[in-house]
Structures are given as C-alpha cells and as structure tokens.
C-alpha cells in the first residue's frame, strides 16, 4: 500500500484535535509497578539508570515517552523481564500530538536519518516555545490555555531528538518568507532566528534556506518530510489542513527523495543560509 493513514506526534502547524495516549500511562505503569517490586525509590532507580527523580516521575506518570537508552537501562535494574523492551515500540507521543502524525512520530524516535522541507510554517522540530504558542494559537479553532500548553508541549518534546544518541543526521530546509512572515512578532521573530543560527551549528544539523525568488521549484506539491530506519528503509509524510499519509511504498518513497535532492541542490549551501539567518537577525 502506498498510502497508510496515520494514526499517531504533531504536525507542523497544527490541525484537529490532538487525541490522548493511553499507551504512555500504561507503560508508565508498568515502569512503576516494577521499580517497587525492586524495592526501588523513584531517586534510586533514577541514579542507577542515569536519568533524574523527575524524569522518571514524567514517565510514570505518563507525561514522557521514555527514550531507547532509558528502557535499555530499565530493563537490567527491573528484573530483565523483557516487557519493557516489548512495549516500547508500541508507545505513542502523548497528548498534544494530532492523532493522524503518532505513527511518524514511532518512526522519528529511532530514526537514523530524518529529512524535512516546510513552505507553510517552521518545522515543530526548530520551533521556540513563543514561536510555537503563537503558530497554535493563531490557527482555527479556538483554543483553551490547556490545549495550547498541551500542544506546545508535545512540539517541544520532540526536539530532544536532537540530542538522541546515536545521533540522527538532519536536514531542514525552510522557505525565506516562513522567517519574514513575523510569526508572533518581532521579539519572536528575534529569538526564532538566534534558535535558528545555534541549531545550524550543531554537527548533525544541515539548515538551507530556500530564497524568495527561485523560478526553478521542486517544492510546489508542498512540504515532505524523509526519514531513514535503523533496517535502512524508507519512509515519507506528507501532510495537509486536517491530516497526514504515512508513505512507504519504495517507488512513492522514492519520488519524495528525487524531490528532496532537487530542493537541495535550489536552497541556499548552509553557509549562505546562515548568513542569510545573521542578515535577517541584524534587521530586526
């Protein structure tokens, strides 16, 4: 099948409400009901996994999704029954994420390669808190604080994956006029850009700009999004107003990839996209 619907993380701008994850309290329960049959406080088991009282509270609680070093670590200090590393792969982000993007976001938790180009909005991997809240709260319907908070929350999440060991290799490219726009006005803007710059920085992160005027345009069909698994497969997501297809068939998957090297080879290198960044930072 070329097309899967997906039913699971959160779309770059947005969309219809996000639906709860039972899977995370579930596993948060487990994680819980097996550190006290070890007999463990949630501050031991933290100090002999190497994560903090608190993430592993998150956890239980259902409030995190525990990453792959956390379960692998889990597993020997919990008795090696195995359940953890079962459950995991069936774990879904929490609630914020729009329901059509959890699968996606299964596949982004252990991606080796991930690859995104955005003409509608910054893509929620590079997104600030502020820029985030004022995407959110700007798109139809209105919202509550708590829905706001919950969906800001989920975007931001996601960017731990920048910090992921092993590292995934990324690709962002982003269209000049997202940055213009002034999405939540100049003092967002201002931060969204020095975010920008330092994450260009960091040694996994390739950022292009594409430039406002490029008469030659891989990317009318609109944003895609690549990812590479750890068996080396491909995989595509495209998404619209009110929902998101999961691609997998080779040859779909591979168009996607002939029209990602096109826009590459259209955007600015990375270092002219960073200067480009410093331009617009110096005009605000």
Same mark, same amino acid.
């Given at each position: 099948?070329?097309?899967?619907?997906?039913?699971?993380?959160?779309?770059?701008?947005?969309?219809?409400?996000?639906g709860a994850s039972d899977?995370l309290?579930t596993f948060g329960a487990?994680?819980?009901?097996l550190?006290?049959?070890a007999g463990?406080?949630r501050?031991?088991?933290g100090?002999?996994?190497?994560?903090?009282k608190?993430?592993v509270?998150?956890?239980?609680?259902?409030? &995190?999704m525990?990453d792959r070093? #956390?379960?692998?670590r889990? *597993?020997?200090v $919990?008795?090696?029954? !195995?359940?953890?590393r079962k459950?995991?792969?069936?774990?879904?982000?929490q609630a914020?994420?729009a329901?059509?993007?959890?699968?996606?976001a299964r596949?982004?938790?252990?991606?080796?390669t991930?690859?995104?180009?955005e003409?509608?909005?910054i893509p929620?991997?590079l997104?600030?808190?502020?820029?985030?809240?004022a995407?959110t709260?700007s798109?139809?319907?209105?919202?509550?604080?708590?829905q706001?908070?919950?969906?800001v929350?989920?975007?931001?999440?996601?960017?731990?994956?920048?910090? &992921?060991r092993?590292?995934?290799a #990324?690709?962002f490219?982003? *269209?000049?006029? $997202?940055?213009e726009? !002034?999405?939540?006005?100049?003092?967002?803007?201002?931060?969204?850009?020095?975010?920008?710059?330092k994450r260009?920085?960091?040694?996994?992160v390739?950022l292009?700009i594409?430039?406002r005027?490029?008469?030659?345009h891989?990317?009318?069909?609109?944003?895609?999004?690549?990812l590479?698994?750890?068996?080396?497969?491909?995989f595509?997501?495209?998404e619209g107003?009110r929902?998101?297809?999961?691609i997998s068939?080779?040859?779909?998957?591979?168009?996607?990839?002939?029209r990602?090297?096109k826009?590459r080879?259209?955007a600015?290198?990375?270092?002219?996209?960073?200067?480009?960044?410093?331009q617009?930072r !110096?005009?605000?």
């Open positions: 099948m070329a097309y899967e619907s997906t039913d699971g993380g959160t779309g770059a701008a947005g969309g219809a409400e996000p899977s309290r487990v994680v819980q009901a550190r006290e049959h463990l406080s501050e031991e088991f100090v002999r996994i190497g994560y903090s608190h993430t509270a998150s956890v239980e609680q259902g409030r &995190r525990a070093d #956390f379960v692998e889990a *597993e020997p $919990l008795g090696n029954t !195995g359940a953890l459950a995991a792969p069936h774990l879904s982000r914020g994420l329901s059509w993007f959890r699968q996606w596949l982004e938790a252990h991606a080796v991930l690859w995104t180009y003409c509608r909005v929620g991997l997104q600030t808190e502020r820029y985030a809240r995407v709260e798109v139809p319907p209105v919202k509550d604080e708590e706001v908070a919950k969906q929350a989920a975007r931001l999440e996601r960017q731990q994956l920048f910090e &992921r092993p590292p995934i #990324f690709s490219i982003i *269209e000049q006029a $997202l940055i726009r !002034g999405t939540g006005g100049p003092d967002v803007t201002r931060e969204l850009l020095d975010s920008l710059l260009a920085l960091q040694f996994n390739e292009q594409m430039p005027y490029q008469p030659d891989a990317g009318f069909d609109g944003p895609l999004m690549l590479e698994s750890p068996d080396n497969k491909w595509s997501y495209a107003q929902g998101g297809m999961l068939d080779p040859k779909e998957v591979s168009i996607m990839l002939q990602y090297a826009l080879s259209q600015l290198t990375s270092e002219d996209s960073r200067s480009l960044l410093k617009l !110096g005009a605000l």
